[in-house]
């Protein structure tokens, strides 16, 4: 785990306008985990798009250093899975556990994603 000062890894202000971006694009399964999990539900706070280092996660919880990605149909493509691969590694540099869902999970078995 490497050791860095918060504001130089987390939450770059050079970021705020794609983080910004990002929460403005309402895909419809990030909107339905984060009407699951906003205001504390699971005990913990969560943030939406919250970016460690070049790179943005989905949801974030910073007590836990949980992030949470949710992957459409384009996470199956090569390029997609080697990216994440490298997003995965990096973000795991600062000991930050992150865990994916696809859209069918958080649609479809909600209740299984929460748990």
Known sequence: ?????????????CLKSIRKKLRQQDIPAEKVLWNKIRNKQLKYKFRRQYSVGRYVL???????????????????NKIEIKEDIEKENFINRFGVKIIRF????????IDGVLT
């Not at 785990?1 to 770059?12: D, G, I, P």
């Not at 974030?60 to 199956?76: F, N, Q, S």
């Not at 696809?102 to 479809?108: A, E, K, P, V």
């Open 1 to 13: 785990m490497e050791k860095v000062k918060n504001n130089l890894v987390y939450n770059q202000p």
């Open 102 to 109: 696809i859209n069918f999970d958080i649609y479809y078995e």
């Open 58 to 76: 989905d949801f974030y919880c910073p007590k836990v250093k949980l992030g949470i990605e949710v992957d459409g149909a384009t996470h199956g």
